[in-house]
């Protein structure tokens, strides 16, 4: 799927996605089935963990749950409750492990042995025990802070309030599951629409005596902060919950060798209808304790585990109609209007087709009888065409060869690295030319990772164009308030808090500015990247001009297709006059320069040829961890230049020509040792 497209449906991936979050958790009126919740969060995490610049600050991956009802006090979790990344298949499987042994440096026939645990469909809460007694209680929450909700999990039979065992660490953070079995789930029915509701509205309750109405159970997996914890395994650290007085799932099980997880893997999924209580899937953790810590996490989820989630729901549809939808980097997307079919509790009418290649190769028509699948897909995908009901009228599509907002050709980007034509047509018009791109750019630029305009949602934006209060970004902090309060729906309250919005976004971090003008390629963590280097807005402008677009090479992560986007944006007269207008307008902070009193801070380095017993990417970690950075060219710039087993001899040369220092791996070793 190319780039524009998947930017546009991540985006309304996460759009969807926070909706229903805030339903579910401040509200406690859900209108998502807890699978269909379930499964749109799968596929968020999927496309973010498949195409690596999709990035939201907003994603499952950054904001574990939602954040922290009014109702309670908040409480930081010494350790952050973390959020787990999504296996589908098999070769997720394989590819999951394959990444384990890479970082580890291990050979291929390197065994791992996991701890496969299945994945209650629950509320997960984080119980803390100082000297045996149960202290505090907190929900998930947005990752970093938790609701207390300590009365209403008092309320819990299954949480022990005082822990008498004398190898019972000092304190620690037991974490687990709440959760109601579906036999109790009988007697509630005309309460909540599922057992998982049930849980979350039950937890939520002001009253702990209301709470303690409801059957709520608990079982425990895992743990966060934890002080004298002398246990080196998973599987040990589960055998002590159950000594120790807590519930565990009785499906645990020590398995090694991806086939036998999978085998696992269909033997549950077969009982599921027999459990009395709801599980989505299994959680595989590496069980040695010290890979684990060695392993470490990316973003919000640890490298050393995934939830291995069971099938997708899927269902039998006509299409109806194919329509054209525009992005705001000008990508044409198919999506199909199909007569409306329930699929694990949604109603769906519309599946995306992806792009033009996709409805050839699966030979997609008008009329067609298709099989829809819903694998976490705000808009679900059409999986293949039962050709045995094809009908006599039913039509091709003609993918349209000019823009159908704005009349300019659609083209497909040559793909240097596959040296192939992109898969997604896109409107060849520039800047803020085609009205439909224009509308996509305003709402990405008042959207939650941008500027993060307050009750500046779509409808708003795309009512304001047709009304001519905006066009540009910058007639966003200069709207007519007076015309605005006659409109139907608003009111002089409304406008105020709508004035209030606006203004207290005139002051942004400089890599959110970059990230809200929608250059494409140019995702939240490029934009953190650029500005971490320029620095300031003052720099950014002045990139035309000095020609500095080759130096931006320097920075790790950032390549020639990124550069190209950034000079084809300067290179656009209406781009550079937003741009004039805003830095009239706004106060866009310089990039914060960390003050780590790491023994690498200030200092850069470089990595050439293989290391031993280490891959690249934990050497990288372990540099960022001490404050150091990474670059990828020999430059000025460079401090250290460290090479490993058959180095690029020209990175040698070049660093020993500008008198850059270079360490064999055994002197960053030791160099490395010091900092600890």
Same mark, same amino acid.
């Given at each position: 799927?190319?780039?524009?497209?998947? #930017?546009?449906?991540?985006?309304?991936?996460?759009?969807?996605?926070? %909706?229903?979050?805030?339903?579910?958790?401040?509200?406690?009126?859900?209108?998502?089935?807890?699978? !269909?919740?379930?499964?749109?969060?799968?596929?968020?995490?999927?496309?973010?963990?498949?195409?690596?610049?999709?990035?939201?600050?907003?994603?499952?991956?950054?904001?574990?749950?939602?954040?922290?009802?009014?109702?309670?006090?908040?409480?930081? %979790?010494?350790?952050?409750?973390?959020?787990?990344?999504?296996?589908?298949?098999?070769?997720?499987?394989?590819?999951?492990?394959?990444?384990?042994?890479?970082?580890?440096?291990?050979?291929?026939?390197?065994?791992?042995?996991?701890?496969?645990?299945?994945?209650?469909?629950?509320?997960?809460?984080?119980?803390?025990?100082?000297?045996?007694?149960?202290?505090?209680?907190?929900?998930?929450?947005?990752?970093?802070?938790?609701?207390?909700?300590?009365? /209403?999990?008092?309320?819990?039979?299954?949480?022990?309030?005082?822990?008498?065992?004398?190898?019972?660490? @000092?304190?620690?953070?037991?974490?687990?599951?709440?959760?109601?079995?579906?036999?109790?789930?009988?007697?509630?029915?005309?309460?909540?629409?599922?057992?998982?509701?049930?849980?979350?509205? !039950?937890?939520?309750?002001?009253?702990?005596?209301? &709470?303690?109405?409801?059957? $709520?159970?608990?079982?425990?997996?895992?743990?966060?902060?934890?002080?004298?914890?002398?246990?080196?395994? +998973?599987?040990?650290?589960?055998?002590?919950?159950?000594?120790?007085?807590?519930?565990?799932?009785?499906?645990?099980?020590? @398995?090694?060798?991806?086939?036998?997880?999978?085998?696992?893997? %269909?033997?549950?999924?077969?009982?599921?209808?027999?459990?009395?209580?709801?599980?989505?899937?299994?959680?595989?953790?590496?069980?040695?304790?010290?890979?684990?810590?060695?392993?470490?996490?990316?973003?919000?989820?640890?490298?050393?585990?995934?939830?291995?989630?069971?099938?997708?729901?899927?269902?039998?549809?006509?299409?109806?109609?194919?329509?054209? +939808?525009?992005?705001?980097?000008?990508?044409? &997307?198919?999506?199909?209007?199909?007569?409306?079919?329930?699929?694990?509790?949604?109603?769906?009418?519309?599946?995306?087709?992806?792009?033009?290649?996709?409805?050839?190769?699966?030979?997609?028509?008008?009329?067609?009888?298709?099989?829809?699948?819903?694998?976490?897909?705000?808009?679900? %995908?059409?999986?293949?065409?039962?050709?045995?009901?094809? #009908?006599?009228?039913?039509?091709?599509?003609?993918?349209?060869?000019?823009?159908?907002?704005?009349?300019?050709?659609? @083209? =497909?980007?040559?793909?240097?690295?596959?040296?192939?034509?992109?898969?997604?047509?896109?409107?060849?018009?520039?800047?803020?030319?085609?009205?439909?791109?224009?509308?996509?750019?305003?709402?990405?630029?008042?959207?939650?990772?941008?500027?993060?305009?307050?009750?500046?949602?779509?409808?708003?934006?795309?009512?304001?164009?047709?009304?001519?209060?905006?066009?540009?970004?910058?007639?966003?902090?200069?709207? /007519?308030?007076?015309?605005?309060?006659?409109?139907?729906?608003?009111?002089?309250?409304?406008?105020?808090?709508?004035?209030?919005?606006?203004?207290?976004?005139?002051?942004?971090?400089?890599?959110?500015?970059?990230?809200?003008?929608?250059?494409?390629?140019?995702?939240?963590?490029?934009?953190?990247?650029?500005?971490?280097?320029?620095?300031?807005?003052?720099?950014?402008?002045?990139?035309?001009?000095?020609?500095?677009?080759?130096?931006?090479?320097?920075?790790?992560?950032?390549? *020639?297709?990124?550069?190209?986007?950034?000079?084809?944006?300067?290179?656009?007269?209406?781009?550079?006059? @937003?741009?004039?207008?805003?830095?009239?307008?706004?106060?866009?902070?310089?990039?914060?320069?960390?003050?780590?009193?790491?023994?690498?801070?200030?200092?850069?380095?470089? $990595?050439?040829?293989?290391?031993?017993?280490?891959?690249?990417?934990?050497? =990288?970690?372990?540099?960022?961890?001490?404050?150091?950075?990474?670059?990828?060219?020999?430059?000025?710039?460079?401090?250290?230049?460290?090479?490993?087993?058959?180095?690029?001899?020209?990175?040698?040369?070049?660093? =020993?020509? $500008?008198?850059?220092?270079?360490?064999? +791996?055994? *002197?960053?070793?030791?160099?490395?040792?010091?900092?600890?």
């Amino acid at each position: 799927m190319e780039k524009n497209k998947l #930017k546009k449906l991540y985006k309304d991936k996460i759009e969807e996605f926070n %909706h229903n979050n805030f339903l579910y958790y401040e509200k406690s009126e859900p209108k998502l089935s807890d699978t !269909s919740f379930d499964n749109l969060k799968k596929e968020i995490l999927d496309l973010e963990k498949k195409y690596k610049f999709l990035k939201s600050k907003d994603s499952p991956s950054n904001s574990i749950g939602y954040k922290p009802s009014k109702n309670f006090k908040k409480v930081s %979790h010494k350790v952050p409750m973390l959020s787990l990344s999504n296996a589908f298949t098999e070769e997720d499987l394989f590819n999951f492990e394959k990444r384990i042994i890479n970082y580890l440096d291990k050979e291929k026939s390197f065994e791992i042995e996991y701890s496969a645990e299945p994945k209650i469909d629950g509320i997960s809460a984080s119980l803390t025990y100082k000297n045996g007694k149960f202290i505090t209680g907190l929900s998930r929450g947005d990752g970093k802070e938790g609701e207390d909700i300590t009365e /209403n999990l008092k309320t819990v039979i299954d949480i022990p309030h005082v822990i008498k065992s004398k190898n019972f660490p @000092v304190e620690i953070d037991i974490r687990g599951e709440i959760f109601i079995q579906n036999s109790d789930f009988k007697k509630l029915k005309g309460k909540f629409a599922n057992p998982r509701n049930a849980a979350s509205g !039950s937890l939520r309750q002001k009253d702990p005596n209301e &709470t303690k109405k409801i059957p $709520l159970k608990f079982i425990a997996y895992t743990f966060g902060y934890e002080k004298d914890l002398k246990i080196s395994t +998973q599987n040990s650290f589960l055998a002590k919950l159950k000594e120790w007085g807590f519930k565990t799932n009785p499906l645990n099980k020590l @398995v090694k060798k991806v086939e036998e997880l999978m085998i696992n893997y %269909h033997e549950i999924e077969k009982k599921r209808d027999e459990l009395d209580f709801d599980i989505d899937g299994i959680v595989y953790k590496v069980n040695d304790f010290k890979l684990q810590k060695r392993l470490g996490n990316v973003a919000n989820a640890p490298r050393w585990a995934i939830a291995h989630k069971f099938s997708a729901n899927s269902g039998v549809s006509i299409i109806e109609n194919i329509e054209i +939808q525009i992005g705001r980097t000008g990508a044409l &997307t198919p999506v199909a209007k199909i007569k409306p079919v329930n699929i694990g509790g949604v109603v769906v009418s519309n599946a995306t087709l992806h792009n033009e290649e996709e409805i050839i190769r699966k030979d997609i028509r008008i009329n067609d009888t298709v099989i829809i699948e819903r694998a976490g897909d705000v808009i679900p %995908h059409v999986i293949s065409v039962d050709l045995k009901k094809r #009908k006599k009228d039913t039509k091709k599509f003609k993918f349209p060869i000019n823009c159908p907002s704005c009349g300019s050709k659609t @083209v =497909k980007d040559f793909n240097l690295t596959t040296k192939k034509e992109d898969a997604v047509r896109r409107c060849s018009s520039e800047g803020y030319n085609c009205d439909k791109v224009v509308i996509e750019k305003l709402k990405h630029f008042v959207s939650k990772e941008a500027f993060n305009i307050e009750g500046f949602g779509k409808k708003i934006v795309e009512n304001f164009w047709n009304l001519n209060l905006i066009k540009l970004p910058q007639d966003i902090f200069n709207l /007519n308030y007076k015309k605005i309060e006659d409109l139907d729906g608003w009111g002089k309250q409304s406008v105020v808090n709508l004035r209030y919005s606006i203004d207290s976004k005139k002051t942004i971090s400089f890599e959110k500015f970059i990230y809200a003008l929608g250059i494409r390629h140019i995702g939240l963590e490029n934009a953190k990247l650029i500005s971490k280097n320029l620095k300031t807005l003052k720099n950014f402008l002045l990139l035309p001009e000095k020609d500095n677009f080759r130096e931006l090479l320097n920075i790790d992560g950032i390549g *020639e297709t990124q550069i190209n986007s950034i000079k084809n944006f300067f290179k656009n007269r209406t781009n550079i006059q @937003v741009l004039a207008e805003l830095e009239k307008i706004l106060n866009v902070k310089d990039a914060k320069i960390k003050k780590i009193d790491g023994s690498f801070n200030n200092k850069t380095f470089m $990595l050439t040829g293989k290391l031993e017993g280490i891959s690249r990417a934990e050497a =990288k970690s372990l540099i960022e961890e001490n404050s150091g950075s990474i670059i990828s060219n020999v430059s000025k710039r460079l401090d250290y230049l460290i090479i490993g087993e058959k180095p690029t001899k020209r990175k040698i040369e070049a660093a =020993k020509d $500008l008198k850059i220092k270079i360490l064999n +791996q055994k *002197e960053w070793s030791s160099m490395l040792k010091k900092t600890r």
